[in-house]
């Protein structure tokens, strides 16, 4: 297929779909991620489209929200490997509330296997993910279904987290930048996500790699608010997502880098089954890699989830000249 062709397809399965990600766009046009990424980066060049989330969305502007189907197949592994970080946050008998999304979806399976924990979330497949789980508490909000992303939203659901206080709140979006915070597209999931926020004592955002540096209409937690970052690392080709990690770092955001596949030096390691030791800075604190692989939190020692690298505003400029130069 020549390239004119597969670009013309490419284009029509946009048009018709809203988004779709790199790795569908490849097999239906029985090419390579790499060369559709050329593609993809040509037809944005003309205007015609736009690189989002791992895949390519029509133009317009502010990013508009794909429905739950396309965003359940887009960048998967990142999310995978993001819950997985996060879920190292998450403490026996702690009360959390986790927002909706793909990725607290994922998150919400690994909480399962927290004993003592209560979630409260407006999130129907949150919920779904804990429903099995006889040591988790769920409780639901009230509210409105809104049938895109199986979320309660609306007056019932604000009304029914206050005087709620939690330990943490989960959020993900669609849009994370330094300047505005993190960023929905949809009025209603915003405000509520506005409530969630202001039940919990630390808000934790989940968001890969290609949420970073894209901007939705609706704020949802400016910068100032945002205690952590879990985040993957970004291909040596993203100069935006790497740029925008350094900003956010640089205003105070503690970021997790999750994928490494490792734990950091002087973590403690754990049995097969068991709960891993989770030695982590303190809001306001600041934690950086040192070299050797070591790790340098705040008052009282080394700090970071097992299998993410934390990064200082201090150590940020370093770390992104090392990302791009990989």
């Not at 397809?9 to 097999?27: D, F």
């Not at 969630?196 to 100032?224: C, I, R």
């Not at 997790?256 to 089954?273: D, K, R, S």
Request: charged share 20%; proline share 5%; aromatic share 2%.
């Amino acid at each position: 297929m020549f390239a004119a062709e597969r670009r013309q397809l490419i284009l029509e399965m946009v048009r018709a779909n809203g988004a779709v990600s790199l790795r569908e766009l490849a097999r239906v046009v029985q090419t390579s991620e790499v060369t559709v990424r050329r593609d993809v980066r040509a037809l944005e060049a003309e205007g015609l489209l736009d690189r989002r989330h791992g895949g390519a969305v029509l133009p317009g502007g502010l990013t508009r929200e794909s429905g739950f189907p396309q965003k359940s197949h887009l960048a998967t592994a990142e999310k995978t490997a993001i819950a997985d970080a996060a879920a190292n946050l998450v403490e026996e008998g702690e009360a959390i509330v986790v927002g909706a999304g793909t990725t607290t979806q994922e998150l919400a399976r690994r909480l399962a296997r927290v004993p003592g924990l209560t979630v409260v979330t407006n999130s129907l497949l949150v919920a779904q993910a804990l429903a099995h789980a006889n040591r988790v508490e769920v409780v639901m909000t009230g509210g409105t279904l809104r049938g895109s992303n199986y979320a309660l939203v609306g007056s019932g659901a604000e009304q029914s987290l206050q005087g709620l206080r939690v330990s943490k709140a989960f959020l993900s979006g669609s849009g994370l930048t330094a300047e505005r915070g993190l960023s929905t597209s949809n009025m209603l999931s915003a405000s509520v996500d506005r409530a969630l926020v202001q039940a919990a004592a630390e808000v934790v955002v989940l968001a890969d790699h290609t949420k970073l540096g894209t901007d939705t209409m609706f704020q949802t937690v400016p910068t100032d608010v945002i205690t952590r970052l879990v985040t993957d690392e970004p291909p040596a080709h993203d100069e935006r997502a790497a740029t925008e990690l350094q900003a956010l770092a640089d205003q105070g955001v503690q970021i997790a880098v999750a994928g490494t596949g490792a734990a950091p030096h002087g973590a403690e390691q754990h049995p097969p089954g068991g709960r891993p030791r989770r030695d982590l800075p303190l809001p306001g604190q600041r934690g950086g890699r040192l070299p050797g692989g070591q790790f340098r939190g705040g008052p009282g020692g080394p700090g970071g989830p097992l299998g993410a690298d934390v990064l200082a505003p201090e150590r940020s400029a370093a770390r992104v000249a090392d990302l791009r130069r990989r």
